[in-house]
């Protein structure tokens, strides 16, 4: 039996210190009844919450687990910084490393510049194409995700609209939207926002047209706007460069994050020369923006990645445990939906509009041991073994084999409707 006591306790006590007990998107109030809210030890695939739960762990820190937690060479590259500086009153030897490790890597981009995470690298990167002319509209898709910053957080409180006036929003995937949008801006476009693929929450991903790729870079010169791959969630998860080399199309600035240093807190801009003045012009910085202990775990991260075949590893065990789940919906007559790359899997239920079957499940499967989401994209890392595939597909059998068994008793998730409730205050 699955204990919850030292959860109960943290959960009752953050609530006197911490506004609503817990904030942003770790908080577990949008995840099916008790998922554990506080973890005490994270090990290759596995966390273990702190009332001893151990679950093999398919959100891998939302992105930054890329080669399983604690990570001996990372880890090693860390204590070898740690031993040495770390938050000092100038950046190390790291941060230049990192930067010619990531010109080398990332093949549109000229130059890099380092904060912390993957909301500073998107502003920085808003700021750069409208410091570059002067000109302000910035093309977003509907529903995108690019940080928690006032001119893209999903939530309305503390938002005005003027934080967003010059934002002009088109369908993702769509070249026709992405031109209407442009013609829309005239001649005070600055720059498009693109996300790898689309990966809304709640919703089937979708992988982007090479033609839609191709038009977001056309508007973008004709425009003279600069094109942005926002590649914090889908960095190095689909290739060893920006993900939109996989289309034959390369941006002026891409946004890295999460998984850089393998957890360590760093991200990255990364941009072309036709950027580098403007990203000159512009004044940005943080207290821990210059750490070297993130950079040296980015450095060997980025080895590791050059070296070995974690990504192809990735997209085999990401497809076994794809291929495993939707063998499970069919034989069992539960059809299940499982969209966008193989290596960041959504998995969502046929005809299920309320979430009802898709939050049974999760909580089954958690309660078997296998953290899994009902309603954002999961994580597949380079730890995880065919073995660990094989024990999750015999928790998400037996999760499956529950839903279908109760499927006329499910109610709908309690938590969906608090939160339509919380935004509907504002
Ligand atoms: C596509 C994308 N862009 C930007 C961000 C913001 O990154 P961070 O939470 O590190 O600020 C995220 C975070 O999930 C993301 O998925």
């Not at 942003?24 to 001893?52: K, L, N």
């Not at 914090?232 to 993900?243: E, K, M, T, Y």
Request: charged letters at 25%; one cysteine or more.
């Amino acid at each position: 039996m699955r204990r919850n006591t030292k959860d109960a306790e943290l959960r009752e006590r953050a609530a006197q210190v911490i506004p609503g007990g817990m904030y942003g998107h770790m908080s577990t109030a949008m995840m099916p009844e008790g998922y554990p809210q506080y973890f005490a030890q994270a090990e290759g695939t596995r966390i273990t919450d702190v009332d001893g739960n151990v679950y093999i762990d398919f959100m891998c820190a939302y992105g930054p687990n890329l080669l399983g937690y604690r990570h001996p060479d990372v880890m090693a590259a860390v204590q070898r910084q740690q031993a040495l500086s770390d938050t000092v009153t100038g950046p190390g030897e790291p941060m230049v490393q990192l930067a010619e490790a990531m010109v080398d890597m990332v093949s549109h981009a000229d130059w890099a510049m380092f904060c912390k995470n993957g909301g500073d690298a998107t502003t920085m990167a808003l700021m750069i194409a409208r410091a570059r002319q002067g000109k302000r509209k910035v093309l977003v898709a509907h529903k995108a995700y690019h940080g928690a910053v006032p001119w893209n957080t999903p939530r309305p409180g503390g938002v005005l609209p003027e934080d967003r006036a010059h934002l002009i929003y088109y369908d993702y995937n769509d070249p026709q939207a992405l031109e209407d949008a442009a013609k829309q801006a005239g001649d005070d476009l600055a720059g498009i926002f693109a996300a790898p693929f689309r990966h809304d929450t709640f919703a089937d991903q979708e992988l982007p047209d090479a033609e839609y790729a191709r038009a977001a870079r056309a508007v973008a010169d004709q425009h003279d706007a600069l094109l942005i791959v926002d590649d914090v969630r889908a960095g190095l998860r689909i290739a060893r460069d920006c993900s939109w080399e996989t289309l034959g199309v390369r941006p002026d600035l891409s946004a890295w994050g999460k998984v850089l240093g393998n957890g360590q807190p760093i991200s990255a801009l990364m941009g072309n020369d036709k950027a580098r003045e403007a990203a000159q012009k512009i004044f940005v910085t943080g207290s821990f923006w210059y750490s070297a202990v993130p950079m040296a775990a980015a450095v060997e991260t980025l080895r590791i990645v050059r070296e070995t075949d974690y990504l192809e590893h990735l997209q085999r065990i990401g497809t076994m445990f794809r291929e495993g789940l939707l063998e499970q919906g069919r034989t069992l007559g539960l059809p299940i939906k499982s969209t966008g790359p193989a290596t960041m899997p959504m998995v969502l239920f046929d005809d299920d509009p309320d979430f009802r079957f898709g939050y049974a499940f999760c909580q089954a499967a958690m309660e078997r041991g296998v953290y899994l989401s009902p309603y954002h994209n999961m994580f597949i890392n380079a730890a995880m073994t065919e073995d660990d595939i094989r024990r999750t597909l015999d928790a998400t059998g037996a999760a499956l084999e529950h839903v279908k068994k109760n499927r006329a008793s499910i109610e709908p998730p309690a938590a969906l409707a608090k939160m339509a409730a919380l935004v509907a205050e504002h």
